[in-house]
């Protein structure tokens, strides 16, 4: 009987001990979290409910149950997701008392401190997720003794200092990014180690260096982004190993002098290939010829480089290209007519190269396709009938090409299109009136074109029209006066055309109405006086002698020069006037300045109020006069034009002697 109750007692005794122990470790667990608590600042009180109750063995787990714990079975903290709270402040060195911890998640708060080296001792932690934060120093020591360490994501903060070495010792790691910081320094050589690796991200530090040949050894690397960085040299050969190898992104790394040479051919033989982008470097040759006939490739980005050659014709081989970005090159040969067939195009950017030929074909059947930027290069031929058929195409420029052709009847009236730039394309023809609905178009730039005719009066059913330029063309007619109802119109470029006639009364009365230039036409009478005419600016009026009021001189002294000029006791009728004696009066004021009397200057774009005198004179013979010879218009328009240039010149009686009907 008394053996018995000895043995009960040792029990009890043994069981209250053990029981302690216990709830003294969940207690200082809890006292862990509160000292975490303590170090934040919790402006939106999200842990409210991290309060101990009255001590007891009631209240042993309540720590599982405050926002963000997890706890395993035996009431031991084993995950910590305080992610999107907000949180300012530091984390308490006593987060390294959390022995039983395997996931921890503060991401996307407003830590701006260091993280404490005590996280070492979190032996069981799988994983780390401390992104979009502003962590700053030097990245925690010890973590690389962490056997079970998978997932590293430091993305977004402010560390600085060298990459971390002993993370080359966590060779459980599968996912390790750093991208986003002020890392200096090389990769480290001990990152050959890291054999389980799927996820490396570097991008947007300082690194210096050459891109290490021992990243072609890590075989289940899947991810590469060692973009915005200074590395110099040529991308590994190696890298065509890398048999899971989806995403290859080395972007932005033409900081240094220091050229990357050519791409290594190895890059084509990457079976699973989804995105390779290389923009903003200084490679040299061209992309590999087989890019995109073995692999499922999705992204290609290699704009703003010094690549040349054709471009491959097997990038959408396997029916996946979406983007394709090979602007700010020099490429050269036709565009692929194999891309007028590839469904999944969504975005063409070929811009800025020296690609020849025709526009392909087909490009206008494809549904997905969203941009077409082909703008400076030397394209000819004309505009296929398909792409005015686009139901997809948002954003189409063609412009400084050589098209020679006119524009599709329908490409204005596409449902999508929101911007469509042909300027200085060598197109050509009239634009009908026939502009029935261009529901997103904001941007319409037709300008150093060869188009002539009237102005369509149907432009205004474009309600989302921003942006309007029709300069240096050959339009004749007057300004229709529906475009004074355009109800987003803020830009109207109207210049270096032949329009006549008045400016339409309502035009000024455009609320929207920001930036108008009409210059260099051949309208005539008052201006009109509200809106935008009120502080607009005489030189987005000049080269119209018949304009007069506002901000030009006023109507009652303006001479008509279209009817009668008096000059020396000699009356002039312009109406009589052929333009054969109009080109001998450009001859004589433009031979002394011969290589002022070229098409090229007179086209150019350059601003008029940057041409010295005789060149703006000569420009005008040659546009209004040069231009029309052979024509059935008469003198009468074009001396309107040059007429009040002449007396930089020539003594007046020179010019009537000039312009009589002699040869």
């Not at 009255?54 to 997701?81: I, Q, R």
Request: hydrophobic fraction near 40%; include cysteine.
């Amino acid at each position: 009987m008394r053996a018995s109750l000895v043995l009960t007692l040792l029990f009890l005794c043994s069981y209250n001990g053990l029981s302690r122990i216990h709830v003294g470790s969940l207690n200082d667990e809890a006292s862990a979290l509160l000292s975490i608590k303590k170090g934040l600042i919790d402006s939106s009180n999200y842990l409210k409910d991290w309060e101990l109750p009255v001590t007891g063995l009631e209240s042993e787990f309540v720590h599982c149950n405050w926002t963000g714990v997890s706890c395993n079975s035996n009431g031991e903290v084993e995950k910590l997701d305080l992610s999107n709270m907000n949180f300012i402040g530091s984390v308490s060195d006593d987060i390294g008392k959390l022995h039983n911890l395997v996931v921890l998640n503060i991401s996307r708060n407003g830590f701006a401190s260091s993280l404490p080296n005590s996280m070492s001792n979190l032996t069981l932690l799988t994983t780390l997720d401390i992104n979009h934060n502003s962590f700053n120093g030097s990245f925690p020591t010890g973590l690389g003794r962490i056997v079970g360490l998978t997932y590293i994501n430091a993305y977004s903060n402010d560390f600085t200092g060298f990459l971390p070495e002993d993370l080359g010792n966590a060779t459980s790691l599968e996912t390790l990014d750093l991208r986003g910081s002020y890392f200096e320094g090389t990769i480290p050589s001990c990152y050959k180690n890291l054999q389980k690796l799927k996820f490396l991200g570097l991008a947007g530090n300082f690194l210096t260096g050459r891109i290490p040949a021992m990243l072609g050894q890590l075989s289940s690397l899947e991810t590469i982004i060692l973009g915005y960085n200074r590395f110099v040299g040529k991308i590994p050969r190696e890298f065509g190993n890398l048999a899971n190898l989806q995403y290859l992104d080395l972007a932005v790394g033409n900081l240094s002098e220091q050229a990357f040479g050519e791409i290594p051919s190895s890059i084509s033989k990457l079976k699973n290939l989804k995105l390779l982008s290389l923009m903003c470097n200084r490679f040299t040759g061209s992309l590999p010829m087989n890019l995109g006939k073995n692999s499922p490739l999705q992204w290609l980005d290699a704009s703003t480089n010094l690549l040349s050659g054709k471009i491959p014709t097997d990038l959408c081989s396997n029916g996946n290209l979406s983007r394709l970005n090979l602007f700010n090159n020099a490429f050269s040969g036709p565009i692929p007519i194999e891309l007028s067939t590839c469904r999944s195009l969504q975005r063409v950017r070929l811009q800025n190269n020296l690609i020849s030929g025709v526009l392909p074909n087909g490009l206008g059947k494809l549904r997905k396709l969203q941009r077409l930027d082909l703008a400076n290069n030397s394209l000819s031929g004309k505009i296929p009938h398909d792409i005015g058929l686009s139901t997809s195409l948002a954003i189409i420029d063609l412009s400084r090409n050589r098209f020679q052709s006119s524009i599709p009847l329908t490409i204005l009236s596409m449902p999508n299109l929101e911007s469509f730039m042909a300027s200085n394309s060598g197109l050509k023809g009239v634009i009908p009136d026939r502009i029935q609905d261009c529901p997103s178009l904001s941007l319409l730039d037709l300008s150093h074109n060869h188009f002539s005719g009237d102005i369509p009066g149907s432009i205004a059913s474009c309600k989302k029209l921003v942006r309007l330029n029709l300069q240096n063309n050959q339009f004749t007619g007057e300004i229709p006066k529906a475009i004074s109802t355009m109800p987003t119109l803020a830009i109207l470029d109207l210049s270096n055309n032949s329009l006549t006639g008045s400016i339409p009364d309502n035009i000024g009365s455009s609320l929207a109405l920001e930036a108008l230039n009409l210059s260099y036409n051949l309208l005539e009478g008052p201006l009109p006086t509200i809106g935008v005419f009120a502080t607009m600016k005489p030189d987005d009026l000049a080269g119209n002698p018949g304009l007069c009021g506002g901000v030009l001189r006023s109507c009652s002294h303006a001479s008509s020069l279209n009817k009668i000029v008096h000059t020396k006791g000699f009356i002039v009728d312009f109406s009589h006037i052929p333009l054969s004696a109009c080109g001998r009066l450009c001859r004589l004021c433009c031979l002394p300045a011969i290589d002022y009397v070229d098409s090229a200057i007179f086209t150019s774009s350059t601003p008029w109020t940057l041409l010295s005198d005789r060149r703006r004179f000569c420009r005008l013979c040659y546009l209004y006069v040069v231009d029309s010879v052979g024509s059935d218009i008469r003198c009468s328009t074009s001396v309107v034009m040059i007429l009040p240039h002449l007396n930089l010149f020539l003594p007046s009686w020179v010019v009537v002697d000039l312009l009589r009907d002699e040869p």
